[in-house]
Every structure is written in C-alpha cells, then in structure tokens.
C-alpha cells in the first residue's frame, strides 16, 4: 500500500480487481452469479441450526437475522452473509506469542469476516481495539467488511478496510467481492478468525484452489450440506 500511493484513493481497490481479475479471469463475476442461487439454501440451514442452538443469545442474534431476511433483497444478501460464521463450529487458534490457543466465539468468526457496527461514531474505536487484540496474539490485521446501520435492513454505508484505507462501495455483495479480490490480490491472509467462512466462499461460491490453500472439515460438510458442486 506504501509503495503504490494510488491504492489509497477512494477508488484505489479497482486497481486491486483488476489484478484479481488478471489472475483468474473466469472468476471475475462467480460470487455476483452463484449467491443468488444459494441464498434460500444458506438461509434455511440456518433455520434449522437454530433450531438447535443452546446458546440463548446467538439463538436470538440468528433468529432476528432470519427475520430481517424478509424485509428486502439487500438485508436478504445481508443475511445469508452475517449467518454464515454461525454454520460452522470455531476453528481452535495456536497464539503465535504467548501460551496457550484461542478459540473464537461464533461472534468473533462473524465480527472477523463482517463488522457490523451501529454508527459511524463507532468506527475508529473499533477499529482500534481489533488492531489491539491482534497484537497481542501476534497477528495483523487483514482486508475487513465493515457494515454501518443500526440494523441490517438499513445499512448506510459498507466499507472494506485494507490496512489504514476504507474503501466504499454500495451494496453488501460488492463488498465481499471487492475483499475476497482484494484478499487474492494482495496475496493477504484471511482474517484467522473466518478462515473457514472465507473458505467456504472460495470453495463454494468461487469455486477456487489454489496451492494455499487450508482444507477444513466443517468446510467440506456444509458444501455438501448445500448440495454446492465444487
């Protein structure tokens, strides 16, 4: 990002696509045709995961998601995204600095690959603290979606976040295109946390390998589960 100042403009990540889109041409508009045909499917696993959670909170914070699926197809899109870290069981993380291993929250996995915050106010604060507990277990942080609304079926603003730059686009597909891309692009890493929900999409949505790839079980299950050929 410092070598190449032109990435920081507000328009910098189209640089980025194209990159992506040089590397794999074929994949340049998968997720924009793959996802409208998964979306019920994604949506009623979820239902029936539910069902079976024990968990009150994420219960609640599940269901109220399912419900606002209703409202519009953008909150729908919303949706399927912010329930998909809820359909796989947390990943256990060897901290790269001090004892121990870390095992996110479902929570954590949805925060990790979607931040969704309530207002604008919000923003750097969270920003901040994120930064701060990656350097505590020695990670970095890498491209993030952050949404802004206080609920889902009135988003105002969808971000990505690469580095110190906050890329704006307008819808929440775009979003997860433009950092899925950007990902690829940069050669970054997934966000540790939402490793297997990054990889779900690029397994499943995008129907990409390539020679880095880490193969999760819960991965593999819920492609199957979704009768998603890959």
Known sequence: MNEFPALKKPVGYKLLLEDFNFLYPEKTQTLFENIPIYK??????????????????????????LDQAQEDEESSLVAVFLVLPFLFSPVTIKKKK??????????????GFILHLRSHAEL????????????????TLQPLIIIIGPTISDIAQYF????????????IITAVDCCFKIIHALHAEYPV??????????????????????????VNSLISDLDISI
């Open 98 to 111: 001090g004892k121990g291993n870390w095992r996110p929250s479902k929570s954590e996995m949805r925060d």
């Open 160 to 171: 990505i976040l690469v580095d110190d730059t906050y890329y704006l686009v307008n819808s």
């Open 40 to 65: 019920d499917r994604i949506l009623e696993h979820a239902k029936s995961i539910s069902t079976n959670l024990r968990d009150p909170t994420l219960k609640s914070l599940l269901n109220e998601y």
């Open 124 to 139: 750097q604060e969270s920003i901040t603290r994120r930064k701060q507990k990656y350097e505590q277990l020695a990670f």
């Open 193 to 218: 946390e939402s490793k297997p929900v990054w990889y779900f999409i690029q397994k499943g949505c995008y129907k990409l390998k390539t020679s880095w790839d880490t193969e999760y079980v819960t």
